[in-house]
């Protein structure tokens, strides 16, 4: 069962890739989707099995690489921190490929798209069930495979190319890290799986290990370079820039891969190698004050963006700030909490918003709708569910996550979980403001789209709305019912899959926080979502002032803080100068045909001409070499007493690279 | 009886070998010139031999000589015969002008 569970999915693409054209596009989403929804109920009682009856389920299936120390089994691993994930991930991609099926319906590629669906899930389930670092790796990889073949799925067009790249390169630098880390671990522990590593870090807590001839601390620098990883996964400032760029896909992929599945591949990472992390704290509190940034400035960046899905986007970058700082606090079973969460509520976002563009006519800009209340009844409210979720309403999912986030961040009085908690409660007014906004200029305020796109505006088929219903539903009371088994103090789900120093064990702290900090996150959102209200209903001209007065605010916060330009200007280009003038100009065609082909040749060819002409036909010329040459052969005795000692073959090689420049040089 | 010392004749036949070879090497006008420069130097090696022979006493340096004198001889007869059968096709024996040796 457990194995059909994790290869169900590949079957069923490979089914659909490969005999798609049998298949057709009907077909291949039947197949899919059926298999996707056993797969589905298979998480289910997988998670009864071994989330309620608490039993881990390991699973080896054969040998990988043997050699020496080095012994990588394919196995699956099911413990609590795995089959959450399990269920979420199954979920969602049910309801994605669901969705797909009529978003997509019209597309000459379905069964391709299909395909590549139901392969990312697969690789997203070998990621969550690893039992070592290299299949994870596996997962880690093929997960990003995916999403290149997703984003350009429409391939002809040429942006949806150019962040597919973008995805991936970006992606990869974070995947040089983890690499890196998986080779420290390696190194020092000789071994890959989570068992053997996650037993003996203890013994490890004082060792350093060597690198450019520095000491550092092992379980640092591993917990760095692991963190480099999820920074690339999981979107951290920094490594960011392609999320926000990889909605150029599709809407379901943005719904599955960049909103609940596989941006959270980093704070699972996180969550499983959180024995690392706990021995680690100066890394901690960086991943605190990173996460804390990237809540905070994508939070900003979102309050103005125009495009629908980047609006989301950004909201996603935002709260996957929130959890990873939550799990830089140590609080990782909060952490995963929020990613379940935020799973639901954000493919519930991505999906409407994606039932949206649908019925607009594949209008993605939110100043060109408007008005789409009366004309789309049903994902209005299905937007209204997943934005409340997402802003941290009262009782709705995100408010049991988020504002667990932010009290243990406040209850953990270091002066990391204090910043966290200011830029965390910030960032909670602006995600309120933003989610508001994009509610109001799309379905509240009075129609800005054309007229003909307007009056054929309609509500989605049954597909659709199915997939909708049966994520709103969780949207609004998941948070409730799983909060005292996943965060519940004294709450035994997470048995092994997690560590947490018992020091750093606040969650009781946290209850006792200031009462005014407590609801100081949810008086501020709520505000946010008023004032957005407000202005966006009623007081239009203030802000077309104001915007016109901060001109330079308006530009630098719609310019995503100009991080695309810096690097591109920077980095980018630094790069591509260096790889044109340096690499390819002066060393691949310069220094190395010098002493390669070319150089020698005409070298030789030089030479031969030399010679040749030095038979220059007349007699005397000819008698003198005669003589000459009689001479120094009569003389070589008497020659090698003089030089003999003098000889070096080092000496011949300084001769030759002198004679050899100075040759080039006089042409 | 007085003795001459073997090396003021060695040394004397050196020097017309030498001259010899500069009389190849240095002239640059006449090619009779460079064939009585080679006779030169088979005069000298001649003298050498015979020289040794003396020296010695072993008659194998004369026997050598008069083989010497023979090929030379008859070398300076081809040498002469070459020669003029080139006059005939170039109307010229100077030095300067042959350039037909260069490839």
Not at chain 1, 158 to 184: C, P, T
Not at chain 1, 204 to 227: A, E, G, P, R
Not at chain 1, 393 to 403: I, M, V
Request: charged content about 10%.
């Amino acid at each position: 069962m457990y194995l059909l569970f994790i290869f169900l999915p590949l079957l069923s693409s490979l089914t659909a890739g490969l005999f798609g054209r049998f298949l057709g596009g009907k077909g291949s989403c039947f197949l899919t989707v059926n298999c996707l929804l056993v797969t589905f109920l298979i998480s289910l009682l997988i998670f009864f099995e071994v989330a309620f009856m608490n039993c881990c389920v390991y699973i080896k299936l054969f040998t990988w690489v043997d050699s020496g120390f080095f012994n990588v089994d394919w196995g699956f691993q099911f413990d609590s921190l795995t089959v959450i994930m399990c269920c979420v991930v199954s979920f969602i991609s049910l309801l994605v490929h669901l969705y797909s099926v009529e978003y997509m319906a019209n597309d000459p590629h379905l069964s391709r798209f299909m395909s590549y669906l139901s392969l990312f899930t697969f690789f997203m389930l070998i990621l969550v069930t690893a039992d070592n670092y290299i299949q994870l790796f596996v997962g880690w990889e093929g997960v990003g495979l995916c999403s290149y073949l997703l984003i350009n799925f429409w391939f002809t067009r040429i942006q949806a190319n150019k962040a597919a790249i973008k995805a991936m390169i970006v992606n990869r630098i974070g995947d040089f890290g983890l690499a890196i880390g998986i080779f420290i671990i390696f190194v020092n522990f000789k071994a890959v799986d989570y068992a053997t590593i996650f037993s003996i870090i203890p013994y490890f807590v004082c060792y350093k290990f060597n690198i450019l001839s520095i000491d550092f601390h092992l379980l640092s620098l591993i917990s760095f370079f692991l963190f480099i990883g999820a920074m690339g996964k999981s979107a951290q400032l920094g490594l960011h820039t392609w999320l926000p760029d990889a909605m150029e896909g599709p809407t379901p992929v943005s719904a599955l891969i960049h909103a609940a599945t596989m941006v959270t591949a980093g704070v699972f990472l996180l969550a499983r190698s959180s024995m690392f992390y706990e021995y680690s704290p100066s890394i901690l509190s960086f991943v605190t004050i990173l996460g804390a940034l990237t809540a905070f400035i994508s939070a900003t960046i979102g309050l103005l963006q125009n495009d629908l899905k980047r609006v989301i986007a950004y909201s996603t970058c935002s709260q996957l700030g929130y959890m990873i700082f939550s799990c830089g606090l140590s609080n990782y079973n909060v952490g995963i909490f929020h990613l379940m969460n935020h799973a639901f509520f954000k493919a519930l976002l991505f999906l409407s918003a994606g039932s949206i563009i649908h019925a607009v006519a594949d209008e993605q800009d939110m100043r060109k709708m408007g008005g789409l209340k009366n004309l789309l009844p049903f994902t209005y409210s299905m937007v209204l569910i997943g934005s409340l979720a997402l802003m941290g309403f009262p009782f709705l999912t995100g408010f049991y996550s988020k504002d667990i986030i932010l009290e243990v961040a406040y209850g953990q009085y270091s002066s990391e979980g204090f910043f966290s908690y200011i830029l965390g409660s910030i960032s909670a007014f602006f995600t309120a403001f933003y989610s508001i906004r994009l509610i109001c200029l799309t379905f509240l305020t009075k129609p800005n789209g054309f007229k003909k796109v307007v009056c054929q505006a309609y509500d989605s088929s049954y597909y659709i709305m199915t997939a909708l219903i049966l994520l709103s539903i969780p949207s609004i009371f998941i948070g409730y019912v799983s909060k005292d088994m996943i965060i519940g103090f004294g709450s035994d789900f997470w048995s092994n899959s997690i560590y947490i120093t018992p020091n750093k064990h606040n969650i009781i702290d946290s209850e006792f926080i200031p009462h005014i900090y407590k609801i100081l996150p949810v008086v501020l959102s709520l505000l946010g979502a008023l004032i957005s209200f407000i202005m966006y209903l009623f007081f239009k001209d203030f802000l077309i002032i104001t915007k016109l007065n901060y001109r330079i605010l308006y530009n630098f916060l719609n310019r995503k803080w100009f991080f695309d330009k810096l690097y591109n200007e920077f980095i980018v280009q630094y790069f591509f100068k260096f790889s044109y003038n340096i690499s390819y100009k002066l060393i691949d065609r310069g220094i190395i045909e010098v002493f390669g082909p070319f150089g020698l040749s005409k070298l030789i060819t030089k030479k031969a001409y030399y010679l040749y002409r030095a038979q220059t036909g007349y007699l005397y010329h000819y008698s003198f070499i005669l003589l000459l040459s009689t001479t120094i052969l009569l003389g070589v005795k008497q020659l090698w007493f003089f030089f003999g000692y003098l000889l070096d073959f080092r000496l011949f090689i300084i001769l030759f690279i002198t004679i050899f420049f100075y040759l080039n040089y006089k042409k | 009886m007085t003795l001459i010392n073997i090396y003021y004749i060695l040394s004397f036949t050196f020097i017309i070998f030498i001259i010899g070879i500069l009389g190849v090497v240095v002239n640059r006008k006449n090619i009779l010139i460079i064939i009585i420069s080679i006779e030169l130097m088979l005069l000298a090696v001649n003298l050498n031999f015979i020289v040794f022979s003396i020296y010695l006493d072993d008659i194998i340096g004369q026997l050598f000589v008069l083989f010497v004198l023979t090929v030379a001889a008859s070398e300076s007869a081809i040498g002469l015969s070459i020669l003029s059968a080139y006059y005939k096709v170039k109307q010229t024996i100077a030095v300067d002008k042959i350039k037909s040796l260069k490839s």
